[in-house]
């Protein structure tokens, strides 16, 4: 038979063991969230530092062939262009596997979509498909659906 005093220090001693396990677990969540905020902060540097290598007449809907004056400023598109396209198959991936948050994603594959329906986008996607069909299968299911 327990004893009150003895049973009032065992509860005592679960009720501190149940408020440290919640207050870990609340930590390591907020740690978590953060990590991943960071995590895809720094997947949106990567696009904006892409982003920057397209001229806005591009981005704003005009093809490939505004540039076709200046090879280099053509060239320079066009790669920007495909690191576009690579970045964005890699987003993919990492929302697949849980690395990036669902409405984080959300507003990324629209973004990736609409994107993707630009004329140099476009331009640039079906010369890539083409030549790499087994390549990119990530964003060939997404613009897909």
């Not at 960071?38 to 007449?57: A, C, H, S």
């Not at 140099?120 to 299911?141: C, I, M, N």
Request: aromatic letters at 8%.
């Amino acid at each position: 038979m327990h004893s009150w005093p003895m049973l009032a220090v065992q509860v005592a001693g679960l009720v501190v063991l149940v408020v440290y396990a919640v207050d870990t677990h609340i930590m390591r969540t907020s740690s978590q969230k953060q990590a991943r905020t960071t995590f895809e902060d720094d997947l949106t540097k990567q696009y904006r530092g892409i982003m920057e290598g397209i001229p806005v007449d591009i981005s704003t809907g005009s093809g490939l062939e505004t540039l076709t004056s200046n090879k280099e400023r053509l060239e320079d598109c066009r790669d920007a262009i495909y690191r576009y396209i690579d970045l964005t198959n890699e987003q993919i991936f990492l929302h697949d596997k849980g690395r990036v948050a669902d409405e984080t994603w959300t507003e990324w594959s629209a973004g990736i979509k609409s994107n993707m329906k630009l004329p140099a986008f476009r331009q640039v996607w079906e010369e890539v498909s083409q030549k790499r069909p087994e390549s990119f299968t990530d964003l060939r299911e997404l613009l897909r659906s």
